[in-house]
């Protein structure tokens, strides 16, 4: 009960214990487009370029702002957490000129703010974090990507922690590119990254792509801008790899599209309205079932995401302590945290294949006995019965 990686679906594990396919097979190919199709509703998009990056979501991020991001491109970053100063350090190493609009951890950024960030700097390409489950607030993105493209940039957004457990809707908001990953809410594995890239977007990246093959003496070719300085995140070439074309390029990670797929399988077959009403009754449980235990849940309640609570460890009780007769007497693990909020608060997940009612409450139970072991004086049988009333309170409504 992290905030990812987490329990994986039993069957998604079944499908990657499938054989193996060649990656030009028809049968594999047409596994490739399904994805394609899969992916689509779960980014809330009709994109034609949805597929999947080989890695884990880091792969994402990194395809998607190598392969849009040219050395010397002054790129506005929205930080509010350990992953916004993630793509300052991909950015810095692209060798971008980085600007930051920030808040403090525990806050997100209005909107307004970003729109004064984008008037000062006037960037080529704006980024953000959807969810950062290092402080485990949501950045609001209705109506982000229209700041971006009257400024005349493209918009880049990591839902990592989100996809397939809170909205994405790539579409209405109107952004160009979002990438994920399995581990979290999606109940997958970790080393695959879905991503969509908007019309827009991909005829970027096709402008950045080699002319020929290999590398290029001069990388800083006959005035079209520089060419993507990466072969394996070379989003042109991936493309290229994903469509009717089937030019080679990497190996296609079979036992992870597999994977994938089941994932996606998985989340439409449930309904994703559904899917998200599950993890906000499954957050809001734990909120209520924390607080009931007298424990102080972290952030604002308005943004907090709904599948990973952070709740400060009380006074005098060593969380790490804690987290350990979780593991040794419960076999439940929760997260530390990092950065400012290291050994402030504890980080409890409820994604994908774990934002289950008897899970959640379990792990309030767990918990309940555990800092009663660790000496602290809490009313004990309070939290489960306000867990389930919480969870409950949307059905009745
Ligand atoms: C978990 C998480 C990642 C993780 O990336 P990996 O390469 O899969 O470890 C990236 N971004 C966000 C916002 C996350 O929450």
Not at 97 to 113: F, M, N, S
Not at 138 to 162: H, I, K, W
């Amino acid at each position: 009960m992290g905030p990812g990686p987490i329990n994986a679906h039993p069957r998604v594990l079944r499908a990657m214990s499938a054989d193996l396919l060649g990656q030009f097979d028809p049968e594999m190919t047409g596994y490739m487009n399904q994805v394609m199709a899969l992916y689509r509703p779960i980014f809330g998009t009709r994109n034609q370029w949805t597929m999947l990056v080989d890695g884990t979501a880091r792969a994402g991020i990194e395809a998607a702002l190598v392969s849009m991001v040219a050395p010397g491109d002054v790129v506005l970053v929205v930080n509010f957490g350990r992953f916004g100063l993630l793509l300052t350090e991909i950015l810095t190493r692209i060798g971008a000129v980085i600007e930051t609009v920030d808040a403090p951890w525990g806050e997100v950024v209005p909107l307004d703010r970003v729109a004064e960030a984008i008037a000062r700097c006037h960037p080529k390409i704006v980024a953000t974090i959807h969810g950062d489950t290092s402080t485990t607030m949501a950045q609001p993105l209705d109506g982000f990507g229209e700041l971006c493209r009257q400024a005349g940039a493209l918009s880049y957004v990591d839902a990592t922690a989100t996809i397939g457990g809170m909205e994405l809707a790539a579409d209405r908001w109107g952004v160009d590119v979002v990438t994920g990953g399995l581990q979290k809410c999606l109940g997958g594995p970790s080393g695959s990254a879905p991503i969509t890239i908007s019309d827009k977007a991909a005829e970027h990246i096709g402008r950045r792509r080699h002319v020929e093959q290999g590398i290029r003496r001069d990388d800083i070719a006959d005035g079209q801008g520089p060419r993507i300085r990466s072969n394996y995140f070379d989003l042109a070439m991936v493309m290229d790899y994903w469509s009717d074309k089937r030019l080679n390029h990497h190996t296609e990670a079979t036992s992870m599209l597999y994977a994938a797929r089941e994932c996606a399988r998985i989340a439409l077959g449930e309904g994703l309205e559904a899917r998200y009403a599950r993890h906000a009754a499954a957050g809001r449980a734990m909120a209520a079932g924390l607080r009931a235990m007298g424990l102080t849940v972290f952030g604002d309640d308005a943004y907090r995401m709904t599948n990973v609570t952070g709740v400060f460890i009380p006074k005098g009780v060593d969380g790490e302590a804690v987290r350990k007769a979780m593991r040794e007497q419960f076999e439940i693990e929760i997260g530390t945290a990092f950065g400012p909020l290291q050994g402030r608060i504890w980080r409890i997940g409820a994604m994908g294949y774990n934002a289950m009612k008897h899970k959640v409450l379990l792990t309030l139970a767990a918990l309940e006995a555990c800092l009663r072991m660790e000496g602290f004086a809490l009313p004990l049988g309070d939290a489960v019965p306000a867990a389930l009333e919480a969870w409950c309170q949307d059905e009745q409504a």
